[in-house]
């Protein structure tokens, strides 16, 4: 497998580079929780970088952070995994968990180790800012999704925390879904939507979650990472999920006709 750097791409124009105003946007709580897995959402962030913070706040630090993400390019294999190297930061590099990603390809062949999947796609690199500060040494496992069966979410998850539990159970490995909700439609029509998808998170069912974004036309872009997360976390022993933050970008832009919107989940 190749060793490369994947540049950081989208800094400047999606979120800052200095240590100081990264930091700015995380919140010094002293009671952190445990959580096996969350979702923060991937937009810029002065529009969706509040909703994402007040998670990563809430987190206690991982040692690898399995990152899923949507492939919304259309670049690349259908399950791309980055298979080696690093992902650059603002503030430092953060090394990807090569030892992981081999055996999680050993568990499921269907995932393909790729890097042109990862070419173009923002939905992973605008959470590394975040694990950097909060735990400089931590190592990723980048994935990028374009296929949302529910047959492949299952297989992923099953073939995650099968991983997790037979080789990683002595470190912190946190899942994270990388997901916007609904796009491009009014303050209250996204919300009417989203409360739909959200309730489906809450109550931990992966099955539902799809079926309702699928039925209702929800421009949840994440739905399948999201999916994936929630049924291998429920594997890991997850027994609730809370709702920590959601927002919309008409907060940052005050228009409410035409929205962007993001929720911020725990899976505890």
Same mark, same amino acid.
């Not at 259908?78 to 999680?104: C, H, K, M, R, Y």
């Not at 999201?226 to 940052?252: C, F, P």
């Given at each position: 497998?190749?060793? /490369?750097?994947?540049?950081?791409?989208?800094?400047?124009?999606?979120?800052?580079?200095?240590?100081?105003?990264?930091?700015?946007?995380?919140?010094?709580?002293?009671?952190?929780?445990?959580?096996?897995?969350?979702? #923060? %959402?991937?937009? @810029?962030?002065?529009?969706?970088?509040?909703?994402?913070?007040?998670?990563?706040?809430?987190?206690?630090?991982?040692?690898?952070?399995?990152?899923?993400? %949507?492939?919304?390019?259309?670049?690349?294999?259908?399950?791309?995994?980055?298979?080696?190297?690093?992902? !650059?930061?603002?503030?430092?590099?953060?090394?990807?968990?090569?030892?992981?990603?081999?055996?999680?390809?050993?568990?499921?062949?269907?995932?393909?180790?790729?890097?042109?999947?990862?070419? !173009?796609?923002?939905?992973?690199?605008?959470?590394?800012?975040?694990?950097?500060?909060? &735990? %400089? &040494?931590?190592?990723?496992?980048?994935?990028?999704?374009? &296929?949302?069966?529910?047959?492949?979410?299952?297989?992923?998850?099953?073939?995650?925390?099968?991983?997790?539990?037979?080789?990683?159970?002595? !470190?912190? #490995?946190?899942?994270?879904?990388?997901?916007?909700?609904?796009?491009?439609?009014?303050?209250?029509?996204?919300?009417?939507?989203?409360?739909?998808?959200?309730?489906?998170?809450?109550?931990? &069912?992966?099955? $539902?979650?799809?079926?309702?974004?699928?039925?209702?036309?929800? /421009?949840?872009? @994440?739905?399948? %990472?999201? $999916?994936?997360?929630?049924?291998?976390?429920?594997?890991?022993?997850?027994?609730?999920?809370?709702?920590?933050?959601?927002?919309?970008?008409?907060?940052?832009?005050?228009?409410?006709?035409? #929205? #962007?919107?993001?929720?911020?989940?725990?899976?505890?």
């Amino acid at each position: 497998m190749p060793k /490369s750097a994947r540049k950081a791409s989208f800094c400047k124009s999606w979120y800052p580079t200095s240590k100081k105003a990264i930091g700015a946007y995380l919140t010094n709580t002293t009671k952190k929780t445990n959580a096996i897995a969350a979702m #923060v %959402p991937h937009a @810029g962030w002065v529009y969706s970088g509040k909703v994402a913070s007040s998670v990563f706040s809430a987190m206690s630090p991982a040692d690898t952070y399995i990152i899923i993400g %949507p492939n919304h390019t259309g670049i690349g294999p259908q399950i791309s995994i980055f298979p080696s190297g690093s992902w !650059q930061t603002p503030i430092g590099s953060l090394s990807v968990n090569a030892e992981f990603v081999s055996d999680l390809c050993e568990e499921f062949k269907q995932i393909t180790p790729d890097e042109t999947a990862h070419s !173009q796609e923002h939905s992973i690199e605008v959470q590394l800012p975040f694990i950097k500060y909060i &735990n %400089p &040494n931590a190592k990723i496992v980048p994935i990028t999704l374009a &296929n949302y069966s529910l047959e492949i979410c299952t297989k992923l998850a099953l073939a995650i925390a099968k991983t997790i539990k037979e080789k990683y159970s002595n !470190q912190k #490995v946190l899942l994270l879904a990388s997901s916007d909700m609904s796009h491009h439609i009014s303050t209250k029509e996204a919300k009417e939507l989203d409360t739909l998808a959200i309730n489906d998170m809450l109550s931990l &069912n992966a099955t $539902a979650l799809l079926k309702t974004v699928e039925e209702n036309n929800i /421009s949840m872009c @994440g739905s399948g %990472p999201v $999916a994936v997360v929630i049924t291998a976390a429920k594997i890991l022993g997850a027994k609730e999920a809370k709702l920590i933050a959601y927002d919309n970008s008409g907060t940052a832009t005050n228009n409410t006709s035409e #929205v #962007v919107s993001y929720a911020g989940m725990l899976f505890l």
